[in-house]
């Protein structure tokens, strides 16, 4: 049986720019932050073979917005776990805000590294814009179908 050392991955994720922030595997592995990247992929697939070293898995997470999932299909593509974490399902402690790029970057590497996040979708069949267009258009008719149901038939999201 090989060995190996796991090492979770958080990236805070702008248009321009991405903050990585690494977790040793383990409970009381080191963590660090990485530095801040430009979000070219040239500029990310470099930093991700740099840190994928012999005997290293990786596994990245970061946060899902409107930088798309580009990035997701990047890192996949080179061969490492990535999970794309819904803001709303990143557990947070009452009073705790994270206001900086470093600070959710660390937050997400710690996280990971414990299994608190969860990817709200399995995001292993994001192949293509097709299936991301198709991703979207079935949000869209859950919410229409579970919006009623919530608020009730005599009421309205605008209201």
């Known amino acids: 049986m090989k060995e190996y050392s796991e090492v979770f991955v ?11 922030a690494v977790a040793a595997g383990g409970r009381s592995g ?9 979000a070219r992929p ?12 012999p005997g ?3 596994h990245f997470c970061y946060e899902a917005g409107p930088t ?6 990047q890192i996949v593509a080179l061969g ?12 947070k402690r009452r009073g705790d805000r994270v206001k900086t790029n470093r600070g ?35 949000a869209a008719a859950t919410a229409a179908l579970i919006i009623p149901m919530v608020l009730g038939p005599r009421q309205s999201l605008l209201q």
């Open 80 to 91: 490492h776990q990535c999970v794309l974490v819904a803001p709303s399902l990143i557990p």
């Open 30 to 38: 080191e963590v660090r932050f990485f530095g801040d990247i430009d």
């Open 42 to 53: 040239a500029v990310v697939g470099s930093v991700v073979k740099k840190l994928a070293k």
């Open 104 to 138: 959710g970057a660390l937050s997400l590497a710690k996280l990971h590294r414990a299994g608190e996040l969860t990817a709200p979708i399995a995001y292993g069949a994001i192949a293509d814009h097709s299936n991301q267009t198709f991703g979207v258009l079935a």
């Open 10 to 20: 958080g990236l805070d994720v702008s248009k321009l720019k991405i903050s990585v």
């Open 68 to 73: 798309g999932y580009e990035l997701y299909r």
């Open 56 to 58: 290293v898995k990786l």
